[in-house]
């Protein structure tokens, strides 16, 4: 009796871990639905919606009216997530009004996707690491950029000025500083 009762006992267990373990089986992943991006959807941390943290560098030229050629330059040139990464950075960042004293068609002929690649290389000409103030920026001779290159950096009547364009204020953010800048910097390479 002993033995039948350990007998049906170990079916009954066999029996509901079997039931258990078949409801929560999962789908194979041949049969899901293929999840797929439109190629148009942007992707990547630049796209996450933050109401806490302190601003990007990006976030804000984004929420910047006198940047709006700049925001237009990075989003052509798909570089919105390397501004948001940890940094530090310091972006130098020319107002519409710099981008509006390049000659004629010179934004407009950048924008196309076919000048992406020269586009992406003068916007990061624009990025150094580091996060420095105004005033620390006088203890430099040159700056060496996000391209590779090196930008320099000068100082008249007591004002730094970075490949000759002036500093006209500084905006501290989560990842870096923003310093808006008179002028665009234009690699010499």
Known sequence: ????K????????IIAFTACKNENKEIPT?????????ATEKT????????????????????????????????AAS?????????????FAPTNEAFASLPEGTVENLLKP?????????LKYHVTPGNYSKDFLKKFKKLGQANNGYVKVEVVDGEPLI??????????A?????????KVLLPTE
């Open 1 to 4: 009796m002993k033995t039948l």
């Open 6 to 13: 350990q007998t049906v006992l170990t079916l009954l267990c």
């Open 30 to 38: 041949s049969s899901k639905p293929e999840q797929v991006t439109p």
């Open 44 to 75: 990547g941390q630049a796209f996450i919606k933050d109401d806490e943290g302190k601003p990007t560098v990006l976030h804000i030229a984004i929420d910047s009216k006198d940047h709006t050629t700049l925001v237009a330059a990075v989003q």
């Open 79 to 91: 570089l919105e997530n390397a501004l948001v990464n940890a940094g530090p950075l310091m972006v």
């Open 114 to 122: 076919e000048n992406k690649d020269a586009l992406a290389n003068i």
């Open 163 to 172: 490949g000759g364009a002036k500093i006209i204020a500084s905006i501290p």
């Open 174 to 182: 989560g990842n870096g500083i923003v310093h808006v800048i008179d």
